[in-house]
């Protein structure tokens, strides 16, 4: 059985913190003031946790409480020779007359609306001279000043309401008010004293609470001493429910506003990378300057020139090599991108985000006979720095290891990779993209060939395009072939040119061919 009972609203758990904590807990150890070897009934006990709090002072403890499952758990849960639970209703408690010297009943009352019938009993098991510590919402503060319903309240009471009924059944009813507040406390270091609140606006002070959230009525038939019922339960202002959610508010707020600049600033180093100039430049161009660079780096390594000549060359292959500040470019996105992937709180910060953005990402791998490339590529996905990223292969009936290697990551990651394994063959790759088209699951589908693998942040990049809404489709592709074809038809002609560089520097033919076929 679990530590607590599932908190539903109805009945208070010890694993609620906040100040609901500090409302319950206050009441009971307030009330052990009251049960020093005496015998308490507990009505509407709940969880249980208020009666072992009486049982630490009291000489017996009953629980008594309507749900079968809240008893179970108590008698589970709480186990001390002082303390028994039982099943039963507040308007017919199961005891006999005159067998508790002590009554504590805490939010019972406005859960029911035969609020006389209550007392009747509560008067009937209680032995003469008897004490009851009741506590209920007021409902002026509780309900109409702050327009909010309770679902589980049947009968809410104001406060002379409260206080009528109680004088109703008993000689002498002492009235408490509670509410949970921040501010400065000065107390007596020698006795007890009244209670007065100061409202630092106004500075109007009165006896009491002000607007108290809850009254607690201690009443009796002789007279009561209830300065044992008036006191301060102290926190740690850090840890209070008020403080913790301005500190959650801001750091969320922090985070909202942190991860905007960092998108901003993503995408202004997205944008250098791309528009660096030498992606701009024609294939044929930058080959010919390529080569020429790396003529000029292998002229500076001869050491047939003399130092100042070889200086002359390095600096001359600097100075017109296109890739050296691409290079740096490159080497600074690569860093900036490591290190914000690395930053926990960043990372966290944009899963937060992400997650609350809701726009998941299926990634499509279709795959044939690529078992030695789908590791690469699957781990690659998993990777992202976009957590909300889901992973869909389809396998077109592989005759490689490629089954193996699908099933061994479905059956370590088998929240985030589902396999479909075709019987037949279909014979064209867009027909398994439809297909995982028509299984995908999240908002945007991610096309990924099996046989290739993408950086860490591609789809975190990838995705800031669909803020736009007109934007419907990305595509990031290199075409090889195309490449390929434009590098062969381009050699020739750089070729050429080298080796009339070459000449340009009084080498022999037979020394030019040998750079040229070098450089090759």
């Known amino acids: ?94 005891l006999p007359p005159s067998s508790v010297d002590v009554v504590v009943s805490f939010e019972t009352l406005e859960h029911i609306d035969a609020h006389e019938r209550f007392l009747e009993e509560v008067k009937r098991v209680l032995r003469p001279d008897g004490v009851l510590i009741i506590s209920t919402p007021e409902k002026h503060a509780y309900t109409v000043a702050t327009g909010l319903v309770n679902p589980f309240h049947v009968k809410e009471l104001f406060k002379n309401e409260f206080d009528q009924l109680l004088k109703k059944h008993f000689t002498h009813v002492s009235m408490h008010g509670q509410k949970v507040g921040f501010g400065s406390i000065i107390a007596s270091e020698h006795g007890a004293t009244r209670f007065f609140e100061t409202d630092s606006g106004t500075g109007a002070t009165a006896p009491g609470v002000n607007s108290p959230m ?6 009796s038939d002789r007279p009561i001493d209830d300065f044992s019922m008036s006191g301060v339960f102290s926190q740690d202002i850090q840890s209070s429910e008020p403080v913790l959610k301005r500190v959650e508010f801001e750091e969320a707020q922090w985070a909202e506003a942190l991860m905007k600049d960092l998108d901003q600033i993503s995408g202004q180093v997205d944008a250098l990378q791309r528009n660096n100039w030498t992606s701009r430049a024609s294939l044929t161009k930058l080959l010919k300057r390529l080569i020429y660079a790396r003529l000029l780096y292998a002229l500076s390594n001869v050491k047939a020139f003399s130092a100042r000549r070889r ?94 290697v699908i099933d061994s990551y479905v059956k370590r990651f088998p929240e985030r990779i589902r396999a479909v394994y075709n019987t037949e063959n279909s014979g064209n790759v867009f027909r398994q993209w439809q297909k995982g088209h028509s299984l995908a699951k999240g908002d945007l589908v991610w096309i990924c060939e099996s046989d290739d693998f993408c950086e860490p942040t591609f789809v975190e990049r990838m995705i800031t395009a669909f ?19 434009t590098i062969l038809q381009a050699w020739t002609t750089i070729a050429k040119i080298a080796s009339l560089e070459f000449g340009m520097l009084g080498l022999p033919a037979r020394q030019r061919n040998g750079f040229v076929a070098a450089l090759a």
Do not use: W
């Open 1 to 94: 059985m679990s530590d607590d009972l599932d908190f539903t609203g109805e009945r208070y758990v010890p694993a609620i913190g906040g100040n609901i904590y500090l409302e319950h807990m206050h009441r009971y150890h307030l009330a052990k003031n009251f049960v020093a070897n005496k015998d308490v009934l507990d009505i509407a006990s709940g969880e249980g946790f208020g009666s072992a709090l009486l049982a630490e002072k009291a000489s017996s403890v009953i629980g008594v409480d309507i749900s079968d499952e809240a008893v179970l758990h108590a008698q589970t849960k709480y186990k001390a020779k002082n303390i028994s639970f039982k099943t039963g209703s507040c308007e017919a408690i199961p």
């Open 214 to 219: 809850y009254m607690i009525g201690v009443a």
């Open 467 to 485: 803020r736009d809404p007109s934007v419907m489709m990305l595509l990031a592709e290199f075409n090889l072939q195309i490449a390929r074809a």
């Open 311 to 404: 200086k002359r060359f390095l600096k001359s292959a600097e100075k017109r090599d296109p890739m050296l500040l691409s290079r740096k470019v490159d080497q600074f996105c690569l860093d900036y991108y490591q290190r914000i992937a690395s930053n926990k709180i960043i990372a966290a910060s944009r899963s937060s985000i992400s997650a609350q953005s809701g726009v998941r990402v299926t990634a499509i791998v279709p795959n044939f006979n690529h078992a030695r490339y789908l590791p690469q590529r699957l781990d690659s996905i998993l990777a992202q720095t976009y957590p909300l990223v889901d992973i869909l292969v389809l396998d077109d009936c592989s005759s490689d290891e490629s089954r193996s």
